[in-house]
């Protein structure tokens, strides 16, 4: 389960690293804001819709289109590359879909536990489009955390940024390794698990390139565990992504222990 606490973590150490540092940015110069404006009328059609039976659903021919807009890549990411100026911007569309992710996946009635293993079934479409959507914007942060290194002088070097760096990714990575999980539900539909297995094969090369051997390979072994039960369109997809993140060299962000 991806915590509020992790990526609170990303928030807090993202703005140590970037103190005093500016770069030209490649996500849109309102995508955050348009995240959050997205992101705002999402939650107050979550809250209208207590008390019903489920949360706002992709089905739903008016939900559906205020839903479609927190998903909207060209408006929210934009396009690569992606620099350290990106990073605030970036992290703060991964933390307000990562809170999408948790409302579907947490969603109960009358503050009975929730039933996780059920939500992830029912509410797959919206949980499988913000995964997706989080993969690509993990990919576009890793991007940008390497770009950061890349950049940073002698003097900049400093024990507090690298910590930082090393905090950023592990809540990136925890992301990541939701996939496999994801992928792994035995109640997901093929197109669904087509869009989460080609959002991996789409961006492995970031992702390859912002995380350590040790992770590359923990991915490689879950995701090699799934492949016999997907459908060979996904299991394609999968393999693709294990294939470039086996062959990707380890440079920068990747060497970062």
């Known amino acids: ?67 479609a807009d927190v998903w909207d890549v060209p408006a929210i990411l934009g396009k690569k590359p992606y620099t ?24 109960s009635l009358n503050r009975k536990p929730p039933d996780t293993a059920k939500n992830v079934v029912e ?23 390497n770009s950061f290194g890349a950049h940073l002088q002698v003097d900049e070097k400093t024990d507090a940024r690298f910590q930082g760096i090393r905090q950023m990714r592990l809540g990136l990575l925890e992301i990541v390794a939701g996939a496999p999980l994801a992928l792994r539900n035995p109640g997901l539909t093929p ?11 789409e961006n492995a090369a970031d992702i390859a390139a912002g995380i350590a051997p040790a ?16 459908k060979p369109d996904a299991k394609k997809a999968v393999g693709e992504f294990i294939q470039t993140i086996s062959a990707a060299a380890c440079e920068g962000l990747c060497r970062l222990n």
């Open 123 to 145: 509410f797959q479409d919206e949980l499988t489009r913000t995964h997706a959507f989080l993969l690509k914007a993990v990919a576009a942060s890793l991007q940008a955390i």
């Open 1 to 67: 389960m991806i915590t509020m606490r992790s990526i609170a973590r990303l928030a807090a150490m993202g703005g140590l690293c970037l103190l005093g540092l500016a770069a030209r940015a490649e996500v849109p110069p309102n995508g955050s804001a348009y995240m959050d404006a997205a992101f705002a009328s999402v939650e107050s059609m979550i809250k209208a819709s207590e008390g019903r039976a489920s949360p706002p659903r992709l089905a739903d021919p008016v939900e559906g289109k205020v839903l």
């Open 84 to 107: 350290d100026a990106d990073i605030p911007a970036l992290l703060n569309i991964v933390q307000k879909q990562t809170r999408i992710l948790q409302t579907y996946t947490l969603f």
């Open 215 to 230: 992770d590359r390979q923990a991915l490689v072994t879950s995701l090699q565990a799934i492949q016999p039960a997907l």
């Open 191 to 201: 197109p669904n698990q087509l869009m989460l297995a080609r959002s991996l094969a």
